[in-house]
């Protein structure tokens, strides 16, 4: 078809109408119903909102994954290419450390309601988280980058796509994250951006970075719920739990310096391994 001739010949256009078209749904959805605090005036995600979003986080990973399919892009976005065993020795060290703290995280947790009850959020957050994985994963690791990478090198499409990934979290101010977590959350996004396309590109699959993300974010919202509902876990007090949206110190900027290294390394790993190959 005529669409897909020009995914092949201009993807760069292709994936920047993409992000629009997203840019352009969120705004829609603003004008449509208003903004609305989803922290409950706390400046950190309420679980409830979250889970809430399930089914359009959902049905956005699913629209996108066609919208793909009918450009043809399947193993351009890495998602039907043949998986390259070597590179999970980065992949599985990783998703280990993950999905240990993941347990260790939901086994704190104390929800209201019965043990069937418990169970059902806890399945929702997962499918939440993967869904969240899916969108974010494909729409940059996938769009963005193959678009960026026909016109520049792996290690720039990596980097800028990398940087908009990040750029795209500041959204999270719209809907009552606080400003300062909403920056230092940019800011993390940026580097694990560059974790997830370097591992991407090791194990030559977009699910493996699909997988390390829905595990990011599970850890991420199931301790970000702990500590408001149980702060004596963490040993917070109501002034913490105020002030840790806002108060960002000098030492919370280790996180995204250690994930940008972490990142060029298995990169650089990568790029040797290809190097050599050829």
């Given at each position: 078809?005529a669409l897909?001739?020009?995914?092949?010949?201009?993807?760069?256009?292709?994936?920047?109408?993409?992000?629009?078209l997203?840019?352009s749904l969120?705004?829609m959805?603003?004008?449509?119903?208003?903004?609305?605090?989803?922290?409950?005036?706390?400046?950190q995600?309420?679980?409830s909102?979250?889970?809430?979003?399930l089914?359009?986080?959902?049905?956005?990973a699913?629209?996108?994954?066609?919208?793909?399919?009918?450009?043809?892009?399947?193993?351009?976005?890495?998602?039907?290419?043949s998986?390259?065993?070597?590179?999970?020795?980065w992949?599985?060290?990783?998703?280990?450390?993950?999905?240990t703290?993941a347990?260790?995280?939901?086994?704190?947790?104390k929800?209201?309601?019965?043990?069937a009850?418990q169970?059902?959020?806890?399945f929702?957050l997962?499918?939440?988280?993967?869904?969240?994985?899916?969108?974010?994963?494909?729409?940059?690791?996938?769009?963005?980058?193959?678009g960026?990478?026909?016109?520049?090198?792996?290690?720039?499409?990596m980097?800028?796509?990398?940087?908009?990934?990040?750029l795209f979290?500041m959204?999270?101010?719209?809907?009552?994250?606080a400003?300062?977590?909403?920056a230092?959350?940019?800011?993390n996004?940026?580097?694990?951006g560059?974790?997830?396309?370097?591992i991407?590109?090791q194990t030559n699959?977009?699910?493996?970075?699909?997988?390390?993300?829905?595990g990011?974010?599970?850890?991420?919202?199931?301790?970000?719920?702990?500590a408001?509902?149980q702060?004596?876990?963490?040993?917070?007090?109501p002034?913490?739990?105020?002030n840790q949206?806002t108060d960002?110190?000098?030492s919370a900027?280790?996180?995204p310096?250690?994930?940008?290294?972490?990142?060029?390394?298995?990169?650089?790993?990568?790029?040797?391994?290809?190097?050599n190959?050829t």
């Amino acid at each position: 078809s005529a669409l897909r001739a020009k995914a092949q010949t201009s993807p760069l256009m292709i994936a920047l109408i993409i992000q629009l078209l997203v840019i352009s749904l969120f705004v829609m959805s603003l004008v449509s119903s208003g903004t609305v605090d989803v922290t409950t005036a706390s400046g950190q995600p309420d679980i409830s909102f979250v889970l809430r979003g399930l089914t359009a986080e959902a049905i956005l990973a699913v629209i996108l994954l066609i919208i793909v399919s009918v450009l043809g892009w399947n193993k351009a976005c890495y998602l039907t290419t043949s998986f390259d065993t070597l590179g999970l020795r980065w992949a599985i060290p990783i998703l280990a450390v993950i999905f240990t703290l993941a347990s260790l995280v939901i086994g704190l947790v104390k929800f209201e309601g019965t043990h069937a009850d418990q169970s059902k959020i806890i399945f929702q957050l997962v499918l939440f988280c993967l869904a969240v994985g899916v969108f974010e994963e494909v729409l940059y690791r996938g769009t963005l980058f193959h678009g960026l990478s026909r016109h520049l090198s792996p290690f720039w499409a990596m980097m800028i796509s990398s940087l908009i990934f990040g750029l795209f979290h500041m959204q999270n101010i719209v809907v009552g994250q606080a400003v300062g977590a909403t920056a230092f959350q940019s800011l993390n996004a940026a580097a694990l951006g560059v974790v997830f396309c370097a591992i991407m590109l090791q194990t030559n699959s977009i699910w493996t970075a699909i997988i390390l993300h829905a595990g990011w974010n599970l850890v991420l919202f199931v301790s970000a719920y702990v500590a408001q509902t149980q702060p004596e876990l963490m040993e917070l007090s109501p002034e913490d739990i105020a002030n840790q949206s806002t108060d960002i110190t000098a030492s919370a900027f280790l996180m995204p310096a250690f994930l940008l290294a972490l990142g060029l390394l298995i990169y650089a790993r990568w790029a040797k391994r290809m190097a050599n190959a050829t």
